[in-house]
């Protein structure tokens, strides 16, 4: 299973993956317009009563965050020497989905812990193939946690490719959970549970807001 402290705040990672391109062509402006977006979305579900509503923001995850992520490229990172197998036996959508219902299963506790805090870039360094773009997000009182983007273009426009929080890398920490299962299950049952678990997740936690 993958840590708390990734659970805990990956829904802010995914919410704040939200625009792509600009006309002031740099990761910085990029990141920026990203977590005014975060806040516009966060803001408006909390006013609406919705940071608990599981399909509500699970179709907001699908059409404003996963569009503007590289899968592909954070899939091999996280799946490493299982990645070619994975393409050799067709079975790449089934491998991204699978990273990403193992993600969406995390992000409840955060969304719904939001309170209209302050997201904010305090630091960025460019690298000779991509750039490290820092944001930091104010939770209750004194706490916050910092979230560091690796972020390069993509056919002429900036996506994510991987990120760490508070210092724990995203990718490798899934793939040590992930490599761990694989070995345990085999491929091919890892990727079906990861699945599976997600929409038994997901539904579980949408009966018990509907009151059924």
């Not at 923001?57 to 299982?82: G, M, S, T």
């Not at 079975?91 to 995390?106: G, W």
């Not at 997740?201 to 807001?209: G, L, P, Y």
Request: net charge negative; glycine share 4%; hydrophobic share 35%.
């Amino acid at each position: 299973m993958l840590r708390p402290l990734i659970g805990s705040v990956f829904a802010v990672v995914l919410f704040v993956i939200s625009l792509s391109g600009s006309a002031d062509d740099t990761p910085e402006h990029f990141i920026s317009q990203v977590s005014d977006r975060l806040q516009i979305g966060l803001t408006e579900a909390k006013k609406s009563d919705r940071l608990e509503d599981v399909p509500y923001i699970d179709a907001l995850i699908n059409r404003e965050v996963i569009p503007y992520v590289q899968l592909d490229e954070l899939c091999k990172r996280i799946f490493r020497e299982h990645w070619k197998v994975i393409l050799q036996e067709n079975r790449k959508e089934q491998a991204i989905n699978a990273v990403i219902s193992s993600l969406k299963r995390t992000y409840y506790l955060a969304v719904t812990a939001y309170d209209g805090q302050k997201i904010e870039i305090t630091d960025s360094k460019h690298l000779k193939h991509y750039s490290i773009v820092r944001i930091k997000i104010n939770t209750d009182g004194d706490n916050h946690h910092t979230i560091d983007f690796a972020v390069r273009k993509f056919d002429s426009e900036w996506k994510m490719f991987d990120f760490s929080i508070d210092g724990v890398g995203v990718s490798k920490t899934l793939n040590s959970a992930i490599g761990q299962q694989i070995e345990d299950d085999g491929l091919e049952q890892t990727i079906n549970t990861l699945n599976q678990s997600v929409s038994h997740s997901t539904t579980s936690t949408s009966t018990q807001h509907s009151g059924t």
